[in-house]
């Protein structure tokens, strides 16, 4: 492994405004564009925003994913992550920085550990690592480790290498509590990346030994499709890969959103994950990339990156299915659990041509008896809604921004949206972190659901 030099950015005051035509990838975000006009429901307020900070402040430093410990949020950056005290929610504050560029940056965490994804080739394996050619067969990706017991001062701890890198990444637990397995997930671009050859319809499974996480070590590299996934078409995706996988420990269950495919994993041995169900939907899913489990586990929110995220879907020519969330009741067949598709869920408000929009990250919303969630929908903002009755969905709530360029189409907004201890957490592609509180009825309950650690892609039981 290459040295694991690791570089802080101490937090800094606001950007000042951008005021001239720049390279993209020097461009700050303006202070126009970060404090753009918040507009919600009468149930939801926005509480607070941390806008990005430097060096995060640039167009192509995105926010993605959030993992929570105690009173702080983990918040993953195309150019490595930010810790945020999050004890105070109407306050929040950076407590550190840590720049380690490596794309997507998603993240998990687990006691002392802090587990990254590093999605573009890179170098080598250390933070200060240099961008390299997809074509060069001597390019470091992979998932690399951090201590996070202070959260002032990560510390770069070990590194291993992945097949296609780590787009995203799914912690779930070993029985014995004495290690965490990593569901890496990755796709196959092209055949003329040599560490990355098509076909690619496997992920990576990486164990972490908690006592020793110097030594992460690759335990399988499972083809999940033998038979072959979905050969896709114009309009669909060819499944080389998986986006996303979703864990629900407590059923040795787990979803993943795999391009061309929606599919039920049997994770009973953690090590040896099994497709147990696979659903396609041609006519109306063109990429499923994330999915959400109801509490009982008897239900699966699969969404649609229509567009790759970068396209405006959410308007009026684009319709009320095409990039919807599809939602799925579990039902039991003759050769086990199936898939039953139920109904569509889409944001009800029409956005800009100059917004994208496309369904995003979510997490329930923990209200025992109902299903909720609440979910990121990049420029359409969030939106939080009711599944409950699986063939009826509808929203309860929201929050949106106006564009962040009226006059052309560039990415920004909520990347996940997520709910955790009495609040929803916002990460923004360009915005930074907001912290959103919604008051109702039907989610008032959730307030007193505490959690001391939360991964929205290994889902908790609550209630009962």
């Known amino acids: 492994m290459a040295a694991s030099a690791l570089v802080l950015a101490a937090p800094s005051a606001a950007t000042p405004p951008h005021d001239g035509p720049e390279p993209a990838p020097e461009r700050p975000v303006s ?84 587990f990254v994804s590093t999605d573009y080739p890179r170098s080598d394996d250390s933070c200060t690592s240099e961008e390299t050619d997809a074509a060069d067969p001597g390019g470091w990706e992979g998932m690399k480790v951090f201590d996070v017991s202070d959260p002032a001062e990560p510390r770069y701890v070990s590194a291993i290498p992945t097949a296609c890198g780590s787009h ?17 997930s990755s796709y196959g671009p092209a055949p003329e990346f040599p560490n990355c050859q098509p076909p690619h319809d496997q992920i990576s499974i990486v164990e972490v030994p908690r006592d020793n996480p110097a030594e992460p070590v690759l335990v399988d590299a499972p083809v999940l499709f033998p038979d072959g996934g979905n050969p896709g078409s114009p309009e669909v995706s060819e499944t080389t890969g998986c986006h996303d996988i979703t864990a629900f420990p407590e059923k040795d269950l787990a979803a993943g959103a795999c391009m ?53 879907t959410c308007n009026e020519a684009t319709g009320p299915t095409r990039g919807a969330n599809g939602i799925y009741d579990i039902t039991s067949g003759g050769d086990g659990p199936q898939l039953d598709f139920q109904s569509y869920y889409k944001l009800p408000r029409h956005q800009a041509d100059t917004e994208n929009c496309v369904a995003h990250n979510g997490s329930l919303i923990p209200v025992a008896g109902s299903d909720i ?92």
């Open 260 to 312: 061309g495919d929606g599919v039920l994993l049997d994770i009973s041995d953690r090590a040896k994950p099994r497709v147990i169900e696979q659903v396609t939907d041609d006519e109306n899913f063109a990429f499923w990339h994330s999915a959400t489990f109801n509490n009982d586990g008897t239900k699966v929110v699969f969404t649609d990156e229509l567009g790759g995220g970068s396209a405006a």
């Open 168 to 184: 995203t990444h799914t912690l779930v637990p070993d029985r014995a509590g004495e290690s965490v397995f990593l569901y890496v």
């Open 31 to 114: 202070a126009t564009q970060a404090e753009r006009e918040v507009v919600s429901s009468d149930n939801v307020e926005h509480v607070a925003n941390v806008p990005k900070q430097p060096p995060f402040d640039t167009v192509d430093a995105y926010g993605t994913d959030i993992a929570f410990q105690g009173d702080h949020a983990f918040v993953g950056n195309y150019d490595g992550f930010t810790v945020y005290d999050i004890s105070d929610p109407a306050k929040p504050e950076i407590t550190s920085q840590v720049v380690c560029p490596g794309g997507q940056g998603d993240v998990s965490i687990s006691g002392n550990l802090l």
């Open 373 to 464: 969630m609440v979910q990121a929908w990049y420029q359409g903002g969030i939106s939080v809604w009711d599944f409950s009755d699986s063939q009826n969905p509808h929203e309860i709530g929201y929050l949106d921004r106006t564009p962040f360029d009226e006059n052309a189409l560039e990415t920004a907004g909520s990347w996940s949206a997520y709910y955790y201890n009495g609040h929803i957490y916002s990460s923004g592609i360009q915005e930074g972190l907001d912290v959103i509180d919604i008051r109702d009825e039907r989610t008032d309950p959730a307030k007193d659901v505490r959690f001391e650690e939360f991964n929205p892609q290994t889902q908790p039981v609550y209630g009962s």
